[in-house]
């Protein structure tokens, strides 16, 4: 496999803190080259071999802003228990509903723009149903859970323009922690 050509910004960026702005349908050639790159880019970063190759972080999402543009995109690949890939892309998403129960990540959340250890937890709803469209423009709502619910809010802060440190109470990194399942 060939690692795609992709500049993935630091935190230090200003426009990783700018909201994204809605897509519109078709989308051209380019975004569809680039949509794949990353979900490419994303499953090379989970196997081993790949990683070590091309020292890689390993990342399960990427925002569009992240690449330094401001559109509300993003894709997350899941490794399965059975080592295939799952692949998402989502398009312009909204959480149409959410669960009650919180889960946080008991190593902390990681992000390819955060290159430092953050300290801390990340209140995640437990299952969310987001709206969203695919590659080619059509609509589809899905019902995601545990960490691909994790990633899915993650990103879409990312399309908000917020970190998940941003999110981390400085004064009180573990506020609540009683009131969440780790995962």
Same mark, same amino acid.
């Given at each position: 496999?060939?690692?795609?050509?992709?500049?993935?910004?630091?935190? $230090?960026?200003?426009?990783?803190?700018?909201?994204?702005?809605?897509?519109?349908?078709?989308? *051209?050639?380019?975004?569809? $080259?680039?949509?794949?790159?990353?979900?490419?880019?994303?499953?090379?970063?989970?196997?081993?071999?790949?990683?070590?190759?091309?020292?890689?972080?390993? %990342?399960?999402? +990427?925002?569009?802003?992240? +690449?330094?543009?401001? $559109?509300?995109?993003?894709?997350?690949?899941?490794?399965?228990?059975?080592?295939?890939?799952? *692949?998402?892309?989502?398009?312009?998403?909204?959480?149409?509903?959410?669960?009650?129960? +919180?889960?946080?990540?008991?190593?902390?959340?990681?992000?390819?723009?955060? *290159?430092?250890? /953050?300290? %801390?937890?990340?209140?995640?709803?437990?299952?969310?149903? /987001?709206?969203?469209?695919?590659?080619?423009? *059509?609509?589809?709502?899905?019902?995601?859970?545990?960490?691909?619910?994790?990633?899915?809010?993650?990103?879409?802060?990312?399309?908000?323009?917020?970190?998940?440190?941003? $999110?981390?109470?400085?004064?009180?990194?573990?506020?609540?922690?009683?009131?969440?399942?780790?995962?």
């Amino acid at each position: 496999m060939q690692l795609p050509d992709l500049v993935i910004l630091d935190e $230090k960026e200003k426009i990783l803190h700018k909201p994204s702005q809605e897509v519109k349908f078709p989308l *051209n050639e380019e975004d569809k $080259k680039r949509i794949n790159d990353m979900l490419l880019y994303l499953k090379m970063s989970q196997i081993d071999e790949e990683r070590e190759k091309y020292d890689l972080r390993a %990342g399960m999402g +990427l925002a569009y802003v992240q +690449l330094g543009i401001l $559109k509300r995109i993003f894709v997350i690949v899941n490794e399965e228990e059975d080592h295939s890939f799952t *692949n998402y892309v989502v398009i312009n998403p909204k959480i149409i509903t959410h669960s009650e129960e +919180l889960i946080y990540v008991g190593e902390g959340e990681g992000c390819l723009s955060v *290159n430092r250890e /953050v300290e %801390g937890i990340v209140p995640r709803y437990a299952r969310i149903t /987001v709206k969203a469209y695919d590659i080619d423009g *059509n609509p589809y709502t899905i019902r995601v859970r545990e960490e691909v619910a994790i990633a899915f809010q993650h990103e879409i802060d990312h399309l908000d323009g917020i970190l998940f440190p941003d $999110k981390i109470d400085p004064k009180n990194p573990y506020k609540n922690i009683n009131n969440m399942r780790e995962i």
